[in-house]
């Protein structure tokens, strides 16, 4: 699943089938782009901005249905918990997190709970996409600027052979 930017700007959701062929998901007159399927492929999140501003909408998956607003309010960046019961999105410098339940062929959706404010590193290539993700145990992985304006990451330290490293540096018990 990915989103493709037509020649005006607008943006679809389309699917690669596992015979090679490419089929469109979403497009419609609004804007939907950042497809994130759950971890038991069965739903979909995504950005729309069919209510004039970028919000996060969740409807079942391979076949569209229903359309659940998450966000309840302007959302960007959804990422799934890797256990599906809840989606973590941002709005501007805050984070928040909406508990799900995706029994049967039925969703259901909580409010909104703020996680924290602080301005972290924005995607600021592609607007929408994920600049953080969220671990097995639910905690967050996020690049903070030193200088705390949450703009574009200035340098990256790459760690090849990370338990090497760790192993020179941690005495041994």
């Known amino acids: 699943m990915f989103y493709e930017i037509k020649p005006g700007g607008d943006r679809d959701i389309l699917v690669l089938g596992p015979d ?3 089929s469109p ?11 994130r399927i759950s971890p038991d492929g069965r739903w979909v999140a995504y950005l729309s901005e069919q209510t004039g501003d970028t919000r ?20 960007m960046e959804p ?9 973590f999105f941002r709005d501007g410098s805050r ?7 995706t029994g049967g062929a039925t969703l259901a959706v909580d409010r909104p709970e703020l ?46 052979d990370w338990f090497s490293e760790v192993e020179a540096r941690v005495p041994h018990q």
């Open 95 to 101: 984070v928040l997190r909406v508990p799900v339940e």
């Open 79 to 87: 990422v799934w918990a890797s256990d599906g019961r809840a989606l």
């Open 20 to 22: 090679g062929a490419v």
């Open 56 to 75: 996060v909408y969740v409807q079942p998956f391979p076949e569209c249905g229903p359309v659940t607003e998450v966000s309840a309010g302007p959302g």
């Open 115 to 160: 996680l924290f404010d602080a301005p972290y590193v924005r995607d600021s290539l592609v607007v929408g996409n994920p600049a953080y993700d969220v671990g097995p145990d639910g905690r967050l992985l996020m690049v903070r600027r030193e200088d705390g304006t949450g703009a574009g990451a200035l340098q990256i330290a790459v760690v090849l």
């Open 25 to 35: 998901f979403l497009a419609t007159e609004h804007d939907e782009r950042v497809p």
